[in-house]
């Protein structure tokens, strides 16, 4: 069972570092100390194969304390760490000179702290079995020279089958002993070897170190503490070893010549690395994750209790990703976040520290700031950097919220900094996204009512709270009515009738989109034939389609069971699509358009122009309709490029035999320029805006009265 010792002034970091070492192993002991006095006291009875220790302590420093315990004969080559938070080479070189075997600087990272407490423990048994054989060839070599010669035979073939390099050297650096394991990794025979300069083992350089460490063995007559060397082989390889050193004595008690015991830790090294990094990167990106960030912002922390610096951190969440993920599949969520990592690493550099917490949030840790104006103005860099259509194909191009957190004043622990900047961005998506919002005392309630906003969402759905509007869409060749599109509206209890850009975002993040539509879906074509069965006439339904339905649902057979239903007719349903859903189709989208088409349904899509737009996927999808949006029409009057681009869309639609909608008429000029261009159909509060179903019923009545009475006239 190993024995541990911790020794710290401090009870916090002895109950941390005693929580770290029982993690070791099962059946490790575990002993802590105050101070160092009570722990030699303890020592001069009992025995321990690991000590860590604080630098810093009242009575007797770190240091004084390696130096006691290596005056203990039983002690002498037990491995000892020293814990500093004084990044001080005098303060190295003193532990080290009292016998120090290694070291940690506070705060101490817990993987590491593990990974060097394991490997020392580990040596620490390799060493007292070597010990223990070493003792056994003593015995030996006093034995008659019978007994001799075969015990000299079968510790040397003892010596061959151990997994380290093994070697003894005399007073005058000669090689009295080389083991077969050792000779072989230079190409030679342990035999060849006996009798020649340490050099011809290990090189000049290495064999310069190792005759310095055997005259120390011979100056204190004592075993040194494993140390870790870094070895570039003859082949060129780069090697890892923990080495060794102990004296070997003749009947007399003469120091005769030093054992140096050598274990190869290379590919035990590797994979501590690889698993440290694994501990503290993200595996899609490589970049820090929320433990390493917490890290970071430790020392930082602590970096500006000594110098009174100021940091931020920068709580980044992608607007809409979840839409884009379950639209486009994994594999374009995964590259778009890819690309997010790489952008933001090389925007900030170096010196600041990039990490992904999870999902499509991210984090930069701004260090050495003026002032919060420092902060805002690297936060403005990332949207512009995010959202910058003149970037490369590489570039992101998606928005983001950002919540920033000034230290210290806004959190005294990570745990602190990062809730409270999380809280920030969420105000800054709550204000519609793309935008930065800086930490404030308020801003817990906020978090609350998110979250309450959203458990409202879910009873709105049970209670079916939400209603649709509908907006008249007129055909402008015969100036009449021939359809509506279906607008959501949530009557809320409290708040009144909502537009969706109130809810709409956080039904998408939350995945309520998906029901929502379909109730959506379902309620339109049945108002559609209530509509039609009371007379009005052959009204053509336009619905949205969500990108997020595509993923999660089989929109044909959805669309199919509810003509089925509804009983509305197949060719009066309009189903809108965003270029989202079209611009990276895939066999999935393609199969379900094919089967829409199929029932007869038509496909518009909406918001044209505003997207990626592309030829290719005009063509390759059955479309009926290109529906330009509200953007362009409001500019239409005094903007000859908007003039320019809704004619280059009319003329487009019409070169592929599709009809074009315009949507956002407001103004009489906006609507006779429309008709000038030759748009087919428009639709907005010129008209009337949407409204409820039975006023737009009343509406589409008194209109028809009208033009009958125009016509009598």
Known sequence: MPAILIIDDSSTNRRIYSVLARRLQADVWVRTFENGQKALDWLSDNSADLIITDYKMPQMTGAELVAAVRALPRHRDVPIVVVTAYDDRNFRVASLEAGATDFLLSPVDHVEFLARARNLLKLRAQHLLIAEKAELLEINLNAKDLLLRESREALAQVIDTVPAFISAADLEGRCVLVNAQQAASIGRQPADLVGQPVEALLGEERALISRRLDQLVLRTSHALAPREEEVTTPAGEHRIYLTSKAPLHDGAGRITSILTTSIDITQRREAEKRLEYLASHDS???????????????????????????????????????????????????????????????????????????????????????????????????????????????????????????????????????????????????????????????????????????????????????????????????????????????????????????????????????????????EACRQGAQWRGAGLGPLRIAVNLSPIQFRRQQVGELVRDVLEDSGFPPDLLDLELTEGILIDYDETVTEQMHLLRSLGVSLSVDDFGTGYSSLNYIRNFPLHRLKIDRSFVKDLANDPRALAIVRTIIDLGHILNLQVVAEGVEEGAQLETLRAEGCDEVQGYYFSPPVPADVFARWLAQRDGERAVASAD
């Open 284 to 522: 899609l990106t490589g970049l820090p994750n929320r433990l390493m960030l917490r890290d970071h912002l430790r020392r930082e922390l602590a970096r500006g209790r000594r110098g009174d610096q100021n940091f931020a951190l920068h709580f980044i969440d992608l607007d809409r990703f979840k839409a884009i993920n379950d639209a486009h599949g994994h594999h374009r969520g995964d590259r778009l976040l890819q690309n997010v990592a790489d952008s933001l690493t090389r925007l900030v550099g170096p010196s600041h520290t990039v990490a992904r917490l999870g999902g499509d949030e991210f984090a930069v840790l701004q260090p050495d700031i003026d002032g919060p104006e420092d902060a805002e103005r690297l936060a403005r860099a990332i949207l512009h950097m995010l959202t910058d259509e003149d970037a490369g194909p590489s570039a992101p191009r998606i928005g983001a919220s950002i919540g920033i957190t000034v230290a210290p004043l806004d959190g005294a622990d990570p745990d602190e900094l990062l809730r409270n900047s999380d809280q920030a961005m969420y105000l800054a998506k709550s204000l519609g996204g793309n935008t930065v919002r800086f930490f404030a005392a308020d801003m817990a309630p906020r978090a609350t009512q998110r979250a309450q906003m959203e458990g409202e969402l879910r009873d709105a759905l049970k209670r079916r709270d939400f209603v649709l509007y509908y907006q008249p869409l007129i055909d402008l060749r015969r100036n009449a009515v021939i359809g509506a599109e279906a607008l959501l509206r949530w009557s809320h209890p409290q708040r009144g009738v909502l537009a969706p850009g109130a809810f709409l975002g956080l039904a998408e993040e939350s995945g309520l989109i998906v029901p929502i539509n379909e109730w959506v879906l379902r």
